[in-house]
């Protein structure tokens, strides 16, 4: 059988698109489902864009069409950030599909999800439980290296259960000569408590012919540079941090640059809540769902609210707009706490739960 790749020019490859700043290293928003929507980019771009976007996963199968919400990311976007497609699927025929469509629209390129952790994802064999079956990801990207104009990338994790296939996955990375290589640092079944794993990001740094973006749990501008400078990562990709804290993508550009950090306060925060309210709420939304999604970003917010984990705790327990921001308001505004400095960095002891907001969760 004659592979794809014997009629890649290689030539034609592409570098990635430049940073913002001159001179600067690159920050990504992580792509994360019913999360990464035009609404959040929005919000986020309010605050500081980061130098790449990426969209949710567009789900392909074989009656799966390209999502225009999802595909509104790309058409909309307000900024002149580049904006990468990412697909979530394991069928051939229909990821080649899907591609040939998507090549109509200005997307900066198309990202293969292969690091989705949720168990109803990963037991359909795509996301993260495509890492079991690295053959298989050979020959999707050996397709989509012939079928993608524009940039190929990839976002994985280190492994399904263990790394086992770690440099098989690295030397596929380097056969179908993937542009950009964005790596969390743990594996599919360590979720998003276990430890990361920065030596996997050092090693596929020395291993792949690309760039490669860190991610997994860079927190803040500090951790930022510092896990920047470890591992030797090309640059950084926010996913849960920059739902907490909008303004990192900005931090990290200042820390950069040496100047000083800009600090959000609790009224900023509250400004953050009120705006994504705003920029959430559909007009056919009912109140309640509304509300619920809200909790979801709010999970994370309130890692940075207070150390006694109280605003999570009231929060949760709002069942209408009314009552959410009540609670908002009391916990950044009242009682003196509207100037107040928001938390660099989570509080100790607290826990994000999002998922526990809707029957369906979050895939973070």
């Known amino acids: 059988m004659i592979s794809c790749l014997e009629s890649f ?44 976007f990426f969209t949710e996963f567009f789900r392909v199968h074989a009656n799966s069409r390209i999502d225009p919400e999802i595909l509104s990311a790309v058409t909309e976007n307000p900024t002149d950030r580049p904006v990468f497609a990412q697909l979530i699927g ?30 109803r994802v990963f037991r359909k064999n795509v996301g993260g439980g495509l890492l079991r079956v690295p053959g298989r990801v050979s020959e999707i990207l050996d397709m989509l290296r012939v079928e993608v104009d524009s940039l190929l990338t990839v976002k994985m994790r280190i492994g399904f259960e263990d790394d086992r296939f770690f440099e098989e996955l690295l030397n596929s990375i380097n056969k ?66 920059a739902i907490r804290n909008p303004w990192i993508f900005r931090q990290i550009r200042e820390a950069q640059s040496g100047v000083s950090i800009f600090r959000p306060t609790m009224k900023d925060v509250y400004q953050y809540i009120i705006d994504l309210y705003e920029a959430l709420n559909k007009p056919a939304l009912d109140e309640k769902k509304c509300v619920a999604r809200m909790k979801k970003f709010l999970n994370f917010v309130g890692l940075s609210v207070d150390s006694d984990g109280g605003f999570l705790h009231e929060m949760r327990r709002s069942q209408n707009k009314t009552e959410l921001l009540k609670v908002c308001s009391t916990y950044l505004i009242d009682h003196g706490n509207a100037e107040k400095c928001f938390s660099d960095e989570p509080f100790d002891g607290l826990v994000a739960r999002p998922s526990s907001e809707s029957k369906e969760g979050c895939h973070l």
């Open 90 to 119: 394991e069928n051939i025929s229909d990821l080649r599909r899907t591609v040939k469509d998507l090549m109509a629209y200005p997307v900066a390129g198309i990202d293969l999800n292969l690091g989705c952790p949720a168990p």
């Open 176 to 241: 179908y000569e993937v542009n950009l290589l964005s790596l969390h640092a743990r594996t599919v079944l360590g979720g998003y408590r276990s430890d990361p794993s920065y030596s996997h990001v050092s090693k596929a740094r020395e291993f792949v012919n690309c760039p490669v973006l860190l991610n997994g749990n860079v927190s803040s501008s500090k951790s930022a540079l510092f896990l920047k400078e470890q591992t030797g990562a090309h640059g950084v990709m926010v996913g849960r941090s």
């Open 9 to 52: 020019d290689s030539s034609s490859l592409k570098s990635i698109p430049p940073s913002l700043v001159d001179g600067q290293w690159p920050t990504a928003l992580a792509p994360m489902q019913d999360v990464t929507s035009l609404p959040f980019m929005k919000v986020i771009a309010k605050r500081g864009a980061p130098d790449f």
